[in-house]
């Protein structure tokens, strides 16, 4: 049996530079609850370029980067406002 003392007490860790955010993939079920689309709006959207297109994990299975679906729902809301200024003016 391996006891703590057999290992040293400090260890030393360098920082990276920049910190890289973890992205996270979100498969169809996933991404379907979170922008609120059915399946086939989602792949009508991506024919039309207007959504992300998913990442081929193998075989038949594909997944969505949350950074881009992200930052597609920030378009979606940024349009909103927009839409909503122009109304006020």
């Known amino acids: ?26 498969r169809l079920q996933a991404l379907r609850q979170q922008v609120g689309l059915s399946r086939s709006s989602i792949y009508a959207a991506i024919a039309a370029g207007t959504f992300p297109k998913p990442v ?7 997944a969505w980067l949350q950074s881009e679906v992200s930052a597609w729902v920030s378009e979606r809301i940024a349009e909103r406002d927009q839409e909503v200024t122009r109304e006020r003016a």
């Open 1 to 26: 049996m391996t006891t703590c003392a057999s290992f040293p007490a400090v260890a030393t860790v360098t920082p990276a530079k920049t910190a890289t955010p973890v992205d996270y993939l979100l």
């Open 56 to 62: 081929r994990l193998g075989g038949n299975s594909v």
